[in-house]
């Protein structure tokens, strides 16, 4: 019988969000780095891969991995995966490029930032092809296009991916940023400022957002930043050197049974996300990822739907990198193409 597989470091809610971070830049020390280095394999042979997710905590988007784990279809490819929980993308994507993980679960935009400085991480597979952060305004909002917004209070993050959509969404749409007025505010204060009056909009992922605005009993929609010309990369896999240099195969199974998990958590939402709130501990309820879920699900599917699963697009890398470099502050001189590959998609998939 194949090892089960590890679900994920067990620290992931004894560490507070800065401890967790400074344990990652330290080699994960507070958390033990389950599995071994790219390469090595356990008891019964199976290859062991550390996946570094982009988070503290399990989210719905999480589901698919988690899936993949309880239903097998790891040890199907002969694999083993551990799942470390981090304080966020940019974590994630340094625990790969540093060796502390062999494959991450990260936002490509911010993967896309870190390899312009220089970070040995290459993209290896696009998951969400549609970028998920926009505008949400209550159900009653006189927001109904990009040209409604001037006059209005938005709430945005000081250094969060949203902040630098923003002004890229405002110059898309040729509205000059004194049109409107941003309001800084953290991540976690931004839909209570909504509910509260104080801003009329919110910048950040739309469908997390409705879904929170609903559990407090209210109604919500977005305007999507993709769907009004500032357009950048969502969610996908990154690989280190160890493994797109040496061990390509281990990259395709990989993808393969996550493909797997993703399949069947689209197919069965509700038991997909009671699983991964099992597993939570009780960070997550069932039924606020069952709302998240949906959501996310569909920002999946392709535009091109003639395109490999999971291919990572030209035109959506220097897109991206354009908007990084001209309102991100985004330097650094590492071609778009040595960003991404897809040569570990899997065949017929």
Request: net charge negative; glycine share 10%; hydrophobic share 40%.
């Amino acid at each position: 019988m194949s090892t089960p597989n590890a679900r994920h470091i067990p620290c992931r809610r004894s560490l507070p969000r800065a401890l967790a971070a400074a344990a990652l830049a330290t080699g994960l020390a507070a958390c033990g780095t389950a599995g071994g280095a790219a390469g090595t394999t356990d008891a019964d042979g199976n290859r062991e891969v550390r996946v570094a997710l982009d988070w503290n905590s399990y989210v719905a988007y999480h589901a698919p991995l988690v899936i993949a784990q309880e239903k097998g279809f790891f040890d199907e490819e002969g694999i083993t995966t551990t799942l470390q929980l981090t304080a966020g993308s940019k974590d994630g994507v340094l625990a790969v490029g540093t060796g502390k993980a062999d494959i991450g679960w990260v936002d490509l935009s911010t993967a896309a930032a870190s390899m312009m400085s220089g970070l040995p991480v290459v993209s290896v597979a696009t998951v969400q092809h549609k970028n998920a952060t926009g505008l949400t305004v209550l159900e009653d909002s006189a927001i109904q296009e990009p040209d409604d917004v001037r006059g209005l209070r938005i709430g945005s993050t000081p250094g969060g991916s949203d902040s630098t959509l923003v002004p890229a969404f405002l110059s898309a749409n040729d509205i000059p940023e004194d049109d409107v007025t941003i309001v800084n505010l953290p991540a976690n204060g931004k839909i209570a400022a909504l509910l509260a009056g104080k801003v009329d909009a919110i910048s950040g992922q739309g469908y997390y957002a409705q879904s929170a605005i609903a559990d407090a009993g209210e109604e919500a929609r977005t305007l999507l930043y993709s769907d009004a010309g500032a357009d950048v990369l969502d969610h996908g896999f990154v690989a280190g050197n160890a493994l797109t240099d040496g061990d390509g195969e281990t990259i395709t199974a990989f993808l393969r049974a996550y493909r797997k998990g993703l399949d069947y958590t689209e197919e069965n939402q509700e038991e997909a996300c009671e699983v991964l709130a099992a597993e939570s501990d009780g960070t997550l309820t069932e039924s606020f990822c069952t709302s998240q879920l949906s959501g996310w699900l569909e920002l999946v599917p392709a535009a091109d739907t003639d395109a490999p699963w999971g291919s990572n697009s030209e035109s959506a890398w220097a897109d991206t990198i354009d908007i990084l470099q001209t309102y991100g502050g985004v330097e650094g001189d590492t071609a778009v193409a040595d960003m991404y590959t897809n040569d570990f998609l899997p065949d017929g998939q």
